[in-house]
């Protein structure tokens, strides 16, 4: 299948900073992009979708201006977490939609967020 | 998307064919049936998807009823590394989005 690669896979950041998780499609191009939040023992929780050059929509409950994204190219998308509490770690999880053949969904490694 | 309904956990021992259950009785004409794993601390897997006809590939073999109200995702030779959660979500193939329930959690015994 196809690759969806994030960076980092593992950050710690203090309260109040911002931290940026990148999102990768390897080897297509994903005009839309998924980003997800996943607590312990919980299911992924949709955040926002992205689409390549226009707003991302987001799910309701989620804060836009807290939660940040971009989907400048289509190859990459970004969601910065600003003003990092401890609330906001999680495992977060970026997808992306291969649209070429099938419209398959395809999912990065996730990133582990911790907020000290 | 249409909700799935799935046994919250399920064991099966190494070496033998796991059969996971799926009813999604609400599905729509146009809907397709996505089968996703995740493994602990990683990032959902893609398996298998299917419309009404039963799909295999190289990891496992989806089983659609006639009436499409259900469905079953077969391993059929289960090893260690199979434990995970599995997803099961019907979803339009035209739709953007993938919203995950709670899944089953799939134990493989030695």
């Known amino acids: 299948g196809a690759v969806v690669s994030q960076h980092p896979s593992r950050v710690i950041c203090k309260s109040g900073t911002s931290v940026k998780i990148e999102c990768r499609s390897l080897?297509?191009?994903?005009?839309?992009m998924f980003w997800y939040r996943q607590f312990p023992k919980q299911s992924l929780m949709l955040m926002a979708t992205?689409?390549?050059?226009?707003?991302?929509?987001?799910e309701q409950g989620v804060e836009k201006d807290k939660f940040l994204i971009n989907h400048a190219s289509l190859t990459l998308s970004t969601l910065t977490v600003t003003s990092a509490h401890p609330e906001d770690s999680s495992f977060y999880i970026c997808?992306?939609?291969?649209?070429?053949?099938?419209?398959?969904?395809?999912f990065g490694e996730g990133s582990w967020l911790t907020v000290v | 998307d249409a909700k799935t309904t799935q046994p919250t956990s399920m064991d099966c021992a190494e070496g033998r064919a796991a059969n996971l259950p799926c009813n999604h009785s609400?599905?729509?004409?146009?809907?397709?049936v996505y089968w996703y794993r995740q493994i602990h601390s990683q990032g959902p897997q893609y398996i298998i998807h299917?419309?009404?006809n039963n799909e295999t590939n190289e990891m496992a073999s989806l089983i659609i009823t006639e009436d499409r109200k259900s469905s079953t995702l077969i391993l059929p030779h289960a090893t260690l590394r199979d434990t995970a959660v599995y997803y099961c979500?019907?979803?339009?193939?035209?739709?953007?989005?993938?919203?995950f329930g709670q899944g089953t959690r799939l134990t493989i015994n030695p």
């Open positions: 997808s992306a939609r291969e649209t070429l053949s099938e419209n398959t969904i395809y």
């Open positions: 080897d297509f191009q994903a005009t839309t």
């Open positions: 299917g419309l009404k």
């Open positions: 992205s689409n390549e050059g226009s707003k991302a929509t987001y």
């Open positions: 979500i019907v979803r339009d193939q035209g739709a953007q989005k993938l919203v």
């Open positions: 609400t599905i729509s004409g146009n809907e397709y």
